[in-house]
């Protein structure tokens, strides 16, 4: 049953940005890259990532955003963490505002984990091509508690 799952939602990703051009809907794709750290901003261990997202324009100001990152600890390329996320975001004018749920899977290595859905708040500005974003990620059993706080570039192709 996952796997019809999971290839469900991939054709859908593929086809969306086609069912949206045809009802008059724009979508952006973007690359980024940033750095996370916990909230004591102590940088230790030094997390940085690169991913992307799909924005897809519901309406002028509400945007759907899956996202998928990858975070790596230090310089570690043995290991890393895979980070996909759902946000929907309010854009007004060029800044925009949103939530919603993420869960990272760690990859590599002999060990193996998940975790369970939490909580991603993001904020930031955006021109056509280049956002500029601040993020908060945290568990749903510990709101605003022991997050990862974060800041990305993302550059629109």
């Not at 759902?86 to 925009?96: D, E, P, T, V």
């Amino acid at each position: 049953h996952k796997r019809i799952l999971i290839v469900g939602l991939f054709l859908m990703l593929l086809w969306s940005p086609q069912l949206l051009e045809s009802k008059g809907k724009s979508f952006g794709i973007f690359g980024n890259f940033g750095i996370m750290a916990a909230d004591d901003f102590k940088f230790d261990p030094f997390l940085w990532y690169f991913g992307g997202n799909l924005d897809f324009y519901i309406s002028d100001n509400l945007i759907l955003s899956p996202e998928a990152n990858l975070i790596m600890e230090d310089f570690n390329f043995e290991t890393f963490l895979l980070q996909p996320a759902l946000i929907l975001n309010i854009k007004i004018s060029n800044l925009f505002v949103g939530g919603g749920i993420q869960k990272v899977f760690l990859i590599g290595g002999t060990e193996s984990f998940s975790t369970d859905l939490g909580l991603k708040l993001n904020a930031g500005v955006r021109s056509r091509n280049i956002k500029m974003t601040v993020f908060a990620t945290m568990t749903f059993d510990n709101l605003f508690k022991d997050m990862l706080i974060g800041a990305q570039i993302g550059i629109g192709f």
